[in-house]
Structure formats: C-alpha cells, structure tokens
C-alpha cells in the first residue's frame, strides 16, 4: 500500500460506509490481509477500531450474535458458544494471528484455507451488511455464492453474524500439517436430531475448494436417518463424489478424496456425541 494518502477512524458504522463508496478505500479490521495489500490504487484506509459495536458477543437459548470486530482468541475465551465454533477459531493461525483476526475479516477475505465459513456455513449463520441503502442479512450459503468482494462491492461493510441455535448436535475438523499451518481440508456439520432421527443437515466443505460451501448431496443423504455408521458412511461417499479438489501442491488429488471422505465421517461422528 505505498500509495496511501490517508488514515480515517470513523466513529459510526453510517460513516464508515459513506467513506467505502470511494473507489480508493480499503478497510481496516484486524489488519492480517491489508498488510498483504498489493493494490497501488488504494488511497484510503478506513480503521474500524473506533465502532465498538462491532465488538460485542450477545448470546442466548436461541439465537447469537458476533460483531464482525470479534476476535478469534475473543471467541475462544467466550463461555456458551457452540464448542464447534470454538474449535473453528482454535484452528486459525497461531495466538498473535487470533489476536487480531476478526469475524468480519475472515468472511470479507474469502481465501480458500479459511476456517471460521465453514464452521459458520454448518451452523446456517446469517451474515449482517450495512451500506447506504440500509441494513440487509444474506444467509451465509447466499453470502459466499460468488467472491465476497462481489458481494461487498459498492460500499458494503459487513457488521454481524447471527446464528439461531436449531442445531441439536455441531462438529467442526481442520486437516493440516502443523497446528498453525493452512488447512488442506477442513469440515464441519450441524445436526438437527428429534427422536433419534436426522430431521435437518448441514455439511460444509473447505480448503479443499476454492471457496467454502455446503455439499447438499451429503446433506439429503442424511436427512430422515438415523445418526450412526451407516448414514456417515454415505453421506461420505455423497461428498467425495459431488466435488473436485482444487489443485494443491501439497497432496494428490486421490489423497484429497481419501482425506474428505475420512474427515466427514469423524466430523458427523464427533457431531453426534456432541449437544449444543
């Protein structure tokens, strides 16, 4: 960014927005992905450490809500969020790197390693955008359905992420080298169970793909079963064949499919030994 002219801490989300409509602006959340910033148009860095009510966590027996200023070692510390969702912000980088990352920054990015959607993506979260039109909510699956940058164009500024509390059982797994490596695939589902039948399913899929995204193949396979071996089994072999790994270096594709179809019958398995 060796083109900046200037530094702007709004003091209100309305102000913050109104500044975005420049083409010349780049938005400061955390800070991990502007410092990598190679954009030479870029003028104008909007900080967005000023709205403090992006930085609240507000739970209760059916609903939550993150500011997208939350952090992930914030999410970490937090007591009465789903262990999945905890695990997910585990996951990501190493204790500096969670010092600073923030909910809002992991979903605006849309880089294919990242953990927190697909945790968000089992859970049917909504995502919250603020611009001058007013405030709207896009469903996670909706949110990530082409690059957010897309999605955020024209002055958009993502300010929340609610999720309603229906799943009765959530799971989330990160495959990678180290523990503050990349993921080469991460996982995660959520489970609605009522009298020992599946009755709604969520399956997402990361890292192993370009951008995260839920499988609906594993997801129908598993509704209206029982949790156990037999449905896990299947709703593995659902995922594997409804996608084709992205390229990746590291590992062959028929190691990425033996890696997909281990990881979702441990994430279900997980899931069901599990109560939110």
């Known amino acids: 960014m060796i083109n900046v002219e200037k530094f702007i801490r709004p003091e209100t989300i309305g102000a913050a927005v109104s500044l975005l409509k420049a083409p010349d602006c780049i938005v400061l959340a955390g800070g991990t992905g502007v410092t990598l910033s190679r954009d030479p148009n870029v003028r104008t860095v909007i900080d967005l450490s ?54 809002g920054g992991e979903l605006a990015r849309g880089v294919y390693w990242n953990d927190l959607p697909v945790a968000l993506l089992a859970m ?49 797994l990160k495959f990678a080298r180290t523990e503050v490596d990349y993921a080469i695939c991460n996982l995660a589902c959520g489970l609605r169970v ?14 192993i793909v370009p951008l995260a995204r839920r499988i609906p193949e594993a997801e129908q396979s598993l509704v209206g079963t029982a949790p156990g071996e037999e449905a896990f089994v299947r709703a593995a072999k659902a995922l594997v064949e409804a996608i084709e790994p992205r390229p990746d270096f590291r590992v062959s594709r028929e190691y990425q499919r033996q890696l ?14 599990s109560e939110q």
């Not at 027996?61 to 970490?76: H, S, Y």
């Not at 009755?199 to 899929?205: I, K, L």
């Not at 997909?260 to 030994?273: D, G, I, N, P, Y």
């Open 124 to 172: 049917d979260a909504v995502v919250e955008i603020a611009s001058e039109a007013g405030v709207e909510k896009l469903p996670i699956a909706a949110f990530l359905a082409e690059h957010p940058k897309k999605t955020l164009a024209g002055g958009k500024l993502i300010t929340a992420v609610e999720i309603e509390r229906r799943f009765t059982h959530v799971g989330y």
């Open 194 to 207: 009522e009298d020992g039948v599946i009755r709604e399913a969520r399956v997402a899929v990361g890292a």
């Open 50 to 103: 000023d709205l403090q009510e992006l930085k609240s966590i507000d739970i209760t027996d059916e609903r939550i809500r993150l500011g997208a200023m939350v952090t992930m070692t914030q999410l970490r510390r937090a007591s009465g969020l789903p262990a999945a969702l905890v695990t997910a912000a585990r996951a990501i980088g190493s204790t500096p790197l969670r010092n600073v990352i923030t909910v």
């Open 260 to 273: 997909m179809e281990s990881l979702t019958r441990r994430v279900l398995e997980a899931a069901s030994q």
